[in-house]
């Protein structure tokens, strides 16, 4: 069983910053690509940011230039740093991973259970 277990989230001004941070827990052989995905009220899901695990990392529009994903394979993490933070940021954000078991045929996508980001004044 694997657990991904997202934290850093909470309120802050417009213009802060945040870290959130994702740790995956269990029977861990190897991760795949790992993301961050957000969604408001209202909204459907969408993807704030990527990692493959060939390190190639891509963004949406909205967020390039003021979040930065990274992640540690030692540490079964992954991160996204938010700077810039503007009212339209606000939503529950996400991470998920593809990760290989112990004795797993192929990599399976697991989500966390989110954590809220509110930016407001």
């Known amino acids: 069983q694997v657990e991904l277990v997202e934290s850093g989230g909470g309120l802050v001004q417009p213009g802060g910053s945040l870290r959130l941070s994702c740790a995956a827990s269990g029977s861990i052989f190897r991760f795949a690509d790992m993301a961050w995905y957000r969604q408001a009220p209202g909204n459907q899901r969408e993807l704030v940011a990527g990692h493959t695990s060939g390190g190639t990392t891509k963004y949406a529009d909205s967020v390039s230039g003021r979040f930065t994903i990274s992640r540690d394979n030692a540490k079964n993490t992954v991160y996204l740093q938010m700077n810039s933070l503007k009212p339209e940021d606000t939503a529950v954000y996400y991470c998920?991973?593809?990760?290989?078991?112990?004795?797993?045929?192929?990599?399976?996508?697991?989500w966390g259970q989110g954590t809220q980001v509110t930016v407001s004044s």
């Open positions: 998920n991973a593809d990760i290989l078991v112990v004795d797993g045929l192929r990599p399976v996508r697991y």
